[in-house]
């Protein structure tokens, strides 16, 4: 099977009659094999949520393709394209406990409630939360939280999921901690994955690849150990 493949991508912003407009992203290629995990990493305002929020189809493409399992994902209605989404701050329900957020989407999709548990119970396990269920929102740290948010967005088996800085509000220790777990959940879960951040740690320790951004620009794709010898 295909997986995610961008080709010549180009993202816009209008401009005012004072501003031209900005050119957020400039005729992108990449693509993301099924299974993989793929960083996309530059500093702050290079691009690099642009490209993921055109993917996601939150922002529209100016010029080029995004499609997915070879279908061009223009025709792909956004609530039909079964991608998750995580955010900085993850943004979980206040008044549902902690497995009740994690079987949102479950309960969306009008998934029988045994199984909605034991898919809960597994998941909160794969994140390291196991036991959790049924603990306040309001009850976590900043890291546990971003772990629940995560076992939720996992929980519809999204065929893709898109990390946009999930980790960035937390402190230095906690994040090296986390990049680490994200990538051992995401590979024993086969999610294949598009992570977003501006920390080189975290994105050679989350990726299979890095995809390095610069104003608006893919500059190199390559893996962690080949980034790292030549940098
Ligand atoms: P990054 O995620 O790498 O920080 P962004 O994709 O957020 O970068 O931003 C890329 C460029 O597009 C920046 O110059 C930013 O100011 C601009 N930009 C982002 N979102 C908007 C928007 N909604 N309207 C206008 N300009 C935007
Ligand atoms: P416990 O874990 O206390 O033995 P359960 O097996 O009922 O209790 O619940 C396991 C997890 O499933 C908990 O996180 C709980 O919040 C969640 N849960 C309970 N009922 C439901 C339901 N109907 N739908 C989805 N999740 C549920």
Same mark, same amino acid.
């Given at each position: ?6 080709? $010549? ?9 004072? $501003? ?16 993989? !995990? ?10 690099? @949520? ?15 393709? %995004? ?6 994902? =223009?025709?792909? &209605? =956004?609530?039909?394209?079964?991608? +998750? ?10 008044? *549902? ?14 998934? &029988? ?5 034991? /898919? ?5 396990? $794969?994140?390291?939360?196991? +036991?959790?269920?049924?603990?306040? %929102?309001?009850?976590?740290? +900043?890291?546990?939280?971003? /772990?629940?948010?995560?076992? /939720?967005?996992?929980? &519809?088996?999204? /065929? ?7 980790? @960035? ?10 990049? !680490? ?6 590979? @024993?879960? +086969? ?14 320790? =989350?990726? $299979?690849? %890095? ?5 608006? *620009? ?5 893996? &962690? ?7």
């Amino acid at each position: 099977a295909e997986g995610l493949t961008v080709r $010549d991508a180009v993202v816009r912003y209008e401009g005012t009659r004072r $501003d031209a407009g900005t050119t957020a992203v400039d005729h992108v290629s990449l693509d993301v094999a099924v299974g993989e !995990i793929v960083a996309l990493l530059g500093p702050s305002g290079c691009g690099k @949520s642009s490209l993921l929020r055109a993917v996601a189809g939150l922002e529209p493409l100016a010029a080029g393709t %995004v499609s997915f399992g070879g279908q061009d994902l =223009v025709r792909v &209605p =956004v609530h039909r394209r079964e991608f +998750g989404l995580l955010f900085q701050d993850g943004q979980l329900f206040p008044h *549902r406990d902690v497995g009740r957020n994690v079987a949102y989407g479950l309960e969306m999709q009008g998934v &029988p409630a045994a199984e909605q548990r034991a /898919r809960v119970a597994e998941l909160l396990e $794969d994140v390291g939360l196991a +036991g959790y269920g049924r603990r306040a %929102v309001a009850t976590l740290s +900043g890291g546990e939280k971003q /772990r629940v948010a995560l076992a /939720r967005a996992l929980a &519809p088996r999204p /065929r893709l999921l898109l990390l946009d800085e999930p980790l @960035s509000a937390l402190d230095r220790q906690l994040r090296e901690k986390l990049a !680490i777990d994200v990538r051992d959940t995401l590979r @024993s879960t +086969g999610t294949t994955a598009v992570f977003v951040t501006h920390d080189h740690t975290e994105a050679f320790t =989350v990726a $299979d690849r %890095v995809a390095v951004m610069d104003a608006g *620009r893919l500059l190199q794709v390559d893996t &962690p150990d080949t980034l790292r010898d030549r940098p």
